[in-house]
């Protein structure tokens, strides 16, 4: 069975990240973490973090939460939906705080519904096929490839990048925040997605209603 990462919170990812190991992995997200925030210094953002996380470390003002076993803990301790208003934010990190693919396919339509039209999501995740795994056995937490995430940040509709990054160490347990093309043997990958403007679907326009005579209606 799998150890609790905190007493009575097995589902929490807490435990793990804060471990030297899991501590080396989050130094190797956190100048991709201030990128993100960064981006958009005007406009708010929302950060969901597996651990708590400094209060002067991002740009500009927004909303962190950390994870809990069944919720969030921040300067509001909530559930979902989010307490955040429709399109209210640009950017938003997800950073370990999916929980298999029900949760996170909730989690994702929250992200899209708070996010502008245009706005940004990063999304940061264990790799299944790295070494480093070895470093979170036993700590119940889930790793998953790319492709699944790509198409249920699809269905949230939203459109991500074609390739993934990979960044975080391979095996030894020191920060590498180099980003590579693809995850590869690196702890995580990161996957950047758009909330677009206009539908993906292509709407059908409609012709002009006519008036006798084929005089177009104005």
């Known amino acids: 069975m799998p150890l609790p990462s905190t007493p009575g919170q097995p589902d929490s990812p807490g435990g793990w990240f804060s ?27 929302l950060w969901l973090a597996p651990v708590a996380v400094p209060a002067d470390a991002p740009a500009g003002h927004g909303l962190r939460l950390r994870a809990l076993a069944s919720g969030w803990q921040g300067a509001v ?89 990979g960044l975080g160490p391979r095996w030894r347990i020191e920060p590498d925040p180099r980003l590579q093309h693809g995850p590869g043997l690196r702890a995580a990958w990161l996957l950047r997605a758009e909330k677009r403007a206009i539908p993906l679907t292509a709407v059908r326009t409609r012709a002009p209603l006519r008036i006798g005579g084929g005089v177009p209606a104005a």
């Open 19 to 45: 471990t030297a190991a899991g501590q080396a992995l989050l130094e190797s997200e956190a100048a991709s973490v201030h990128d993100a925030l960064a981006e958009r210094p005007a406009q708010a953002w």
């Open 77 to 165: 301790r909530c559930a979902l939906p989010l307490p955040l208003a429709n399109e209210s934010v640009a950017t938003v990190v997800v950073q370990h705080v999916t929980r298999g693919a029900e949760h996170g396919t909730a989690l994702l339509s929250e992200c899209a519904r708070v996010l502008v039209p245009g706005g940004r999501l990063w999304l940061f995740a264990l790799n299944p096929i790295s070494p480093y795994r070895w470093r979170w056995n036993g700590y119940g937490l889930r790793a998953s490839e790319p492709m699944p995430w790509r198409r249920r940040l699809r269905a949230a509709g939203m459109h991500p990048d074609a390739v993934s990054q």
